[in-house]
Structure formats: structure tokens, C-alpha cells
């Protein structure tokens, strides 16, 4: 079955740049969408189709994917922003998650 | 704005059935796809399954030989049962909605959390 993976965790000082990090078989081959949940909520849609943002979501999320490897970028990093960030891909007719990262911002 | 609603029982006992709805509001539940995710505690996301409004429906391999996922257009509900329960199956579940197969989930209900003990 697919696989996707993430790291653990990254930190980030408010105000910089994190980088978060998706790899999967071919995964540039697909689309990649990227979930963002903080404690006690449902996850949100941040990124979709690689790139897209979805209404509401601010400028500072972007994504890209290519290769093996889908990246979401936080700029300006906010401390609203700590959260878990879950990356997902469709495959085979089966939704797929990676194990998620979590987002601590110092 | 689409609202989703989970419900049902907190407490399964093992080998039983576990049986969630999850009611649609604020939109037709026609000509979308709606799923079942769930996660467990201090876990991941785990995608069950999904109906089409139609009724056809696809599920994950992994919970493949144990879940049922129905709708109810009607009622503008669509529910998940998972068969022989156990403690692995101790999770967070939440519905989920996405315009076609394959799309990105846009809408989440705020999850139903679902202990199976004894």
C-alpha cells in the first residue's frame, strides 16, 4: 500500500519560514493536500492541488510537489500557526495521510 | 456554509458493532462523496471509507471486511458500522465531505469520540 512520510516535528521562531515536508513514491505524480489541526479541533484544509489555497486560508501557506517529495511553506510564521500538519494524497482509490508534523513555533 | 454532525455511542463493547451518523446541514447531501476518518489517540488520520450519494461506496482495505457505510438522502444522513469491535478501533471519528473521488476533504465535522471497552 502507499506510504507517505513526515517528520515528527519542526520548530520555527515567529516571523521565519518553515518548511514542512511530504515524500511518497512518485508523489509529484499525484496531487497533494495539506491539513492543518490544532488541539481539540478538526483537521482544516490549507493546501490542496499541490499549490491552492482554499477560501480564507492566508498568503502565507503555499505548497509545491515534485518528484518524490511535496513541501508546504509557512512565511511569516505566526504563533497561530502551531499546529499538526497532515499531508495526504489519493492512490489506488484510497485516501492516504501521512503521520503528521507537528509545528512548534518558538 | 455545509454543517456535519457525528452521533452515537461513546462506549462499544468489544466484538460488538459500532455504529455511527454523521447528519448534513446547510446543504444537499446529493452529488458529493461523503466519508468516515478516524483517529486515535495521540495518532494520525486513518481515511474508512465513503458513500456516494448514489449509494456505491469505497472502502480502505484495512477495515474493508468489517465496515458498512450507508446514506440516507432523506434524511440527509450517512452512517458507518464497523462490525467486531476492539480496542484498536478506539478513536476520534469524524465525517467528511468531498465534492468528487479523489478531491480533498473541504468539510469536517468536529468529531465523535468512540472508546471500546468493556
Known amino acids: 500500500s502507499y506510504e507517505l512520510t513526515q517528520p515528527p516535528s519542526v520548530s520555527v521562531s515567529p516571523g521565519q519560514t518553515a518548511s514542512l515536508t511530504c515524500s511518497g513514491d512518485k508523489l509529484g505524480n499525484k496531487y497533494a493536500s495539506w491539513y492543518q489541526q490544532k488541539p481539540g479541533q478538526s483537521p482544516v484544509l490549507v493546501i490542496y492541488?499541490?499549490?491552492k489555497r482554499p477560501s480564507g486560508i492566508p498568503e502565507r501557506f503555499s505548497g509545491s510537489n515534485s518528484g518524490n517529495t511535496a513541501t508546504l511553506t509557512i512565511s511569516g510564521t505566526q504563533a497561530m500557526d502551531e499546529a499538526d500538519y497532515y499531508c495526504q494524497a489519493w492512490d489506488s482509490s484510497t485516501y492516504v495521510f501521512g503521520p503528521g508534523t507537528k509545528v512548534t513555533v518558538l | 456554509q455545509v454543517q456535519l454532525q457525528e452521533s452515537g455511542p461513546g462506549l462499544v463493547k468489544p466484538s460488538e458493532t459500532l455504529s455511527l451518523t454523521c447528519t448534513v446541514s446547510?446543504?444537499?447531501?446529493?452529488?458529493?462523496?461523503w466519508n468516515w476518518i478516524r483517529q486515535s489517540p495521540g495518532k494520525g488520520l486513518e481515511w474508512i471509507g465513503y458513500?456516494?450519494?448514489?449509494?456505491?461506496?469505497n472502502y480502505n482495505t484495512s477495515v474493508k471486511s468489517r465496515v458498512t457505510i450507508s446514506i440516507d438522502t432523506s434524511k440527509n444522513q450517512f452512517s458507518l458500522k464497523l462490525r467486531s469491535a476492539t480496542a484498536a478501533d478506539t478513536a476520534m471519528y469524524y465525517c467528511?465531505?468531498?465534492?468528487?473521488?479523489?478531491?480533498?476533504?473541504?468539510?469536517w465535522g468536529q468529531g465523535t469520540l468512540v472508546t471500546v471497552s468493556s
Open positions: 492541488q499541490d499549490s
Open positions: 446547510g446543504g444537499s447531501i446529493s452529488s458529493y462523496f
Open positions: 467528511a465531505r468531498v465534492p468528487a473521488a479523489g478531491d480533498p476533504f473541504d468539510y
Open positions: 458513500v456516494y450519494y448514489s449509494g456505491s461506496t
